[in-house]
Every structure is written in C-alpha cells, then in structure tokens.
Nanobody, 118 residues
Framework: QVQLVESGGGLVQPGRSLRLSCAASGSGSSIYAMGWYRQAPGKQRELVARITSVGGTNYANSVKGRFTISRDNAKNTVYLQMNSLKPEDTAVYYC????????????WGQGTQVTVSS
C-alpha cells in the first residue's frame, strides 16, 4: 500500500519562500516519477512540477524560475522549493507518485495548504 505524507505548507507573505516535502512508503523500488500538483478554489488540479527517477524534470510555466523540484531516491522523498511566492500560488498542494511514464500517477497525498497573503 503506497502512502504519501506531505509536510511544509503554511501561510507566507508574498515574495517569501516555502519548502514542501513528500515521503513515500510502501512503493518498493518501482517509482517512475514523483511530483506536485495544486488545486486552487474553483479551479482544476494542475501540474506544478514533476521529477523522474533519473532526474528529468518538468514545470508549469507559471512557476519556472521560482520553484525547484528535487528528489532523494534513497529516502523516496521529493521536495518542492518555492521561492518568490505570489498570491496566485495559493492552493492545496498534492504530492503524486507514478509507477510508470503516465501523468499523473495513481497515488496521491492528502494535500497541504499553501496560502500566500500579506
């Protein structure tokens, strides 16, 4: 049973930074990719950033240059460093795990709230 446990959300002022973490357990060695999606009120869930087991990454255009995704394969953990946060980054952020080259993967975390407000 795959479990994804997220941490690091919260309330932050515009221009500041936050770091999200997501630890996977129960997945064995069959992780293809992990990533972050977000969903703001009244909007569809969207990809923020994704990283494969060999380090390939892709980002939403809206976060390029501000967010960085990284991964510790030994710990089955993925991180999202979010810099220069904007109010429009406010959303629930969900960790996602894929066991193959499809996106999104079948496994989701419970979500962590990120609120950017002065």
């Amino acid at each position: 049973q795959v479990q994804l446990v997220e941490s690091g959300g919260g309330l932050v002022q515009p221009g500041r930074s936050l770091r999200l973490s997501c630890a996977a357990s129960g997945s064995g060695s069959s992780i293809y990719a992990m990533g972050w999606y977000r969903q703001a009120p009244g909007k569809q869930r969207e990809l923020v950033a994704r990283i494969t087991s060999v380090g390939g990454t892709n980002y939403a255009n809206s976060v390029k240059g501000r967010f960085t995704i990284s991964r510790d394969n030994a710990k089955n953990t993925v991180y999202l460093q979010m810099n220069s946060l904007k109010p429009e980054d406010t959303a629930v952020y969900y960790c996602n795990l894929a066991k193959g080259p499809w996106a999104p993967g079948n496994y989701w975390g419970q979500g962590t709230q990120v609120t950017v407000s002065s």
